[in-house]
Nanobody, 122 residues
Framework: QVQLVESGGGLVQTGGSLRLSCVAS????????MGWFRQAPGNEREFVAH???????IYADSVKGRFTISRDNAKNTVYLQMNNLKPGDTAVYYC????????????????WGQGTQVTVSS
């Protein structure tokens, strides 16, 4: 069982930045693909970005060039640096872990955090 705890959410103005963190409770953190998802009210949960064990990253088109995912295996932590935030980025952001190298389906993600709220004001 892997427990994931997110932090770093908050309220920010349009154009501002936030950095989300997610700490995982597992001794095999480096072997997991780590991802970020988000869910706005009334919407389905959507993929934001993920990073696999080798550092390969994939981003949703809506965040490319603005968000950066990274990981520190020594700290069991994955980060999401969010720059140039827009009101459309407002959502609860969830951290997730997958044993798959390139997870493509929601069911590929075995573990989820509780989420952290990000609100971008206009």
């Amino acid at each position: 069982q892997v427990q994931l705890v997110e932090s770093g959410g908050g309220l920010v103005q349009t154009g501002g930045s936030l950095r989300l963190s997610c700490v995982a409770s597992t001794r095999t953190f480096s072997g997991y693909t780590m991802g970020w998802f988000r869910q706005a009210p009334g919407n389905e949960r959507e993929f934001v970005a993920h990073i696999n064990w080798s550092g390969r990253t994939i981003y949703a088109d809506s965040v490319k060039g603005r968000f950066t995912i990274s990981r520190d295996n020594a700290k069991n932590t994955v980060y999401l640096q969010m720059n140039n935030l827009k009101p459309g980025d407002t959502a609860v952001y969830y951290c997730a872990a997958s044993p798959a190298n390139v997870p493509t389906l929601v069911r590929d993600w075995n573990y989820w955090g509780q989420g952290t709220q990000v609100t971008v004001s206009s």
